[in-house]
Nanobody, 126 residues
Framework: QVQLVESGGGLVQAGGSLRLSCAAS????????MGWFRQAPEKEREFVAA????????LYADSVKGRFTISRDNAKNTVYLQMNSLKPEDTAVYFC???????????????????WGQGTQVTVSS
């Protein structure tokens, strides 16, 4: 069982930065693929980024490439999402997700992830 708790959301002006954190409980965090998703008002939840636990595997949505960076600290059971050059269209509730991945596979489909956090609101003003 893994519990995920996001933090770091808030209100920021366009062009600004935020860093989201996702703290995970459980002893096997290091064997989990971790992902970030987001859901804007009246829109479906969409993939943002994912990171594996071996081989430096990382995947980004095209909309955030070059602006967002996902990273993890297995010693702290935490995954991060550094968001730079934020745009109003980045406004959404951001969710952390996790799924055990013994082979280190990473996914962009939300249905592949079993564990989810409650979400943290990010609002970017123009």
């Amino acid at each position: 069982q893994v519990q995920l708790v996001e933090s770091g959301g808030g209100l920021v002006q366009a062009g600004g930065s935020l860093r989201l954190s996702c703290a995970a409980s459980g002893r096997t965090f290091s064997s989990y693929t971790m992902g970030w998703f987001r859901q804007a008002p009246e829109k479906e939840r969409e993939f943002v980024a994912a990171i594996g636990w071996i081989g430096g595997r990382i995947l980004y949505a095209d909309s955030v490439k070059g602006r967002f960076t996902i990273s993890r600290d297995n010693a702290k059971n935490t995954v991060y999402l550094q968001m730079n050059s934020l745009k109003p269209e980045d406004t959404a509730v951001y969710f952390c997700a996790g799924q055990i991945s013994p082979l280190g596979i990473i996914w962009s489909r939300e249905t592949e992830y079993h564990y989810w956090g409650q979400g943290t609101q990010v609002t970017v003003s123009s």
